[in-house]
Nanobody
Framework: VQLQASGGGLVQPGGALRLSCTAT????????MGWYRQAPGKQRELVAT???????NYADSVKGRFTVSRDNTKKTMYLQMNSLKPEDTAVYYC???????????????WGQGTLVTVSS
């Protein structure tokens, strides 16, 4: 099982980016998926999560600016980031709880990270 994150880049303050995270491999079921970020010199923090029933949850710092969504048929999660601020600069990681078979428990997997830089 692998998670592949993409969509990062350089954007000006006030701009927008859309991140994607796709799960591949032997997958029976995906439970909660989430986005985390880690800025230089800081700990990794939660950005947003979304359940298999598409119920989202956001960190206070991104509420009203970021939108998390997912397409269960494509095993893909998205993060639409609007009104970006310099303090949103970080490496963004995706995470998912995945079961490889009906008789196996969910395990947590991480993507490789994608860099988002907000700067003029």
């Amino acid at each position: 099982v692998q998670l592949q994150a993409s969509g990062g880049g350089l954007v000006q303050p006030g701009g927008a980016l859309r991140l994607s995270c796709t799960a591949t491999g032997s997958i029976f079921s995906i439970n909660v998926m989430g986005w985390y970020r880690q800025a230089p010199g800081k700990q990794r923090e939660l950005v947003a999560t979304i359940t298999s029933r598409l119920i989202p949850n956001y960190a206070d710092s991104v509420k009203g600016r970021f939108t998390v969504s997912r397409d269960n048929t494509k095993k893909t999660m998205y993060l639409q980031m609007n009104s970006l601020k310099p303090e949103d600069t970080a490496v963004y990681y995706c995470n998912a709880a995945i079961s490889e078979a009906y008789y196996k428990d969910y395990e947590g997997y991480w993507g490789q990270g994608t860099l988002v830089t907000v700067s003029s």
